[in-house]
């Protein structure tokens, strides 16, 4: 059976923590889509670390991580990574597989990226100029080199023959800017790339699956910024919802089980697009400092507001979520009151559902207003001993949104996250 974690807001839940947390209950922890663009952040050893594209497993040692076929491969990222993961000790050759399938992000992708954000001038989507986008439409196009690719005697003459046309399109975009030392890194890591456990990883996975074992799939980004359902065109290029699962693992739906859905108390966002709660005042500046909202991929500062219901509701609607982990709860712990977006107001009417497209309206969001619990979570180990503010919180958000809230993190240590017990 296959088991599901995935973000149900734009990113940014702490969903990397929540996969460490899991981990040990299963065999396998499989990455389905996205790329480098993802930023899950994690504690070891009490040491702050971010990982891009490689499992939130890879620190259980007799654990399998799978980079699966839906994600975009940056070599250059992965070898920084395995640095990183080997600086703690772990072997990283031993227990870390990746799909030939696998799709590759090259240096010319990064350069398109670039090129096509300083073309849009204000119409930027925010993009994290890691290559991504582009990738991806190589891959929809059919052009793009896959990992498998790198075994080919011919592989040099397929990557010329794909930068040559990379070329055309930034002459296109009057992008000049000399990429040499990008090509370097990225040949230079590819020499480590050949030497990983590359494997046909639909086959991988499903013979783990025949044999009993347990996989988690580690879902990247957020809900809202899936391509099809998201805020588009304020989204990534990826599917990021649980259907993603099958197209980024080559399992069948009825192998799926739980789908974990992480939430922050709060919402944040980084780089543009709709954001109906944002707080644009004290309230705001405060969240961000206490939750440090700074973007772990690109450091950027996220926006920040109230939770958002109506969108959450959606993202549990098209994920099938069967529980909720909410993170960073005790960001709102100095808080005298807090309040909880029910439902949006657009031209005079109110609704509960997502719009078409949310950034040609005006949006106002309905609130509710919630007493704060003005206590130090931090410490408590149990739901029991929750202030009851914060119990009603989190109870009006299990009635709301129809799925239980099963845990809840009062921290960013490993050991902090309070199981509450609820049922669905």
């Not at 309230?283 to 690109?298: D, K, V, W, Y």
Request: charged residues 25%.
């Amino acid at each position: 059976m296959i088991d599901v974690l995935l973000g149900l807001q734009w990113g940014d839940e702490g969903k990397g923590k929540i996969v460490d947390y899991f981990a040990p209950g299963y065999d396998v922890i499989a990455r389905f889509q996205g790329g480098p663009n993802a930023g899950h952040t994690l504690y070891v050893d009490g040491k702050k670390t971010v990982l891009h594209q490689i499992p939130s497993g890879i620190f259980h040692e007799e654990k399998v991580n799978l980079i699966g076929n839906g994600v975009v491969l940056d070599p250059v990222t992965l070898k920084r990574e395995c640095e990183t993961v080997a600086s703690f000790g772990v072997d990283y050759r031993k227990n870390l597989f990746i799909s030939e399938r696998t799709h590759l992000i090259l240096p010319t992708h990064r350069a398109i990226d670039k090129a096509s954000e300083l073309a849009k001038g204000n119409d930027k989507i925010g993009s994290t100029l890691k290559g991504i986008g582009p990738a991806y439409m190589d891959k929809t196009g059919r052009n793009g080199l896959r990992v498998g690719d790198l075994l080919d005697k011919n592989f040099t003459t397929q990557y010329i023959r794909l930068r040559l046309k990379h070329q055309k399109m930034l002459e296109s975009l009057n992008f000049h800017e000399d990429i040499s030392a990008w090509e370097e890194e990225f040949f230079d890591a590819l020499e480590l790339l050949r030497q990983f456990n590359i494997v046909n990883g639909e086959y991988f996975i499903n013979d783990k699956l025949r044999k009993g074992n347990k996989v988690l799939a580690e879902g990247a980004q957020g809900s809202m910024l899936d391509v099809d359902f998201g805020t588009f065109p304020f989204v990534t290029s990826s599917n990021t919802i649980s259907a993603g699962v099958c197209t980024g693992l080559g399992v069948a739906p009825q192998q799926i089980r739980e789908v974990f859905g992480v939430t922050k108390a709060y919402c944040t966002r980084v780089g543009s697009g709709p954001f109906p709660t944002e707080l644009l005042d004290e309230t705001g500046e405060l969240i961000r400092n206490t939750g440090h909202e700074f973007g772990s991929t690109t450091g950027r500062p996220r926006r920040c507001g109230w939770i958002d219901l109506v969108a959450l509701r959606f993202a549990c609607m098209i994920n099938g979520v069967t529980q909720i982990i909410m993170t960073k709860a005790d960001v709102l712990d100095n808080l005298d009151t807090l309040n909880v977006c029910d439902k949006y107001l657009i031209d005079g009417r109110e609704t509960d559902e997502v719009p078409f497209q949310m950034n040609r309206l005006q949006i106002e969001p309905v609130y509710r207003t919630f007493e704060g619990w003005k206590t130090d979570i931090t410490g408590i180990t149990a739901y029991d001993v929750m202030p009851g503010s914060m119990k009603a919180y989190i109870d009006y958000l299990d009635t709301a949104l129809g799925v239980p809230v099963k845990y809840i993190c009062n921290g960013p240590g490993r050991e902090q996250i309070v199981v509450t017990g609820k049922n669905k």
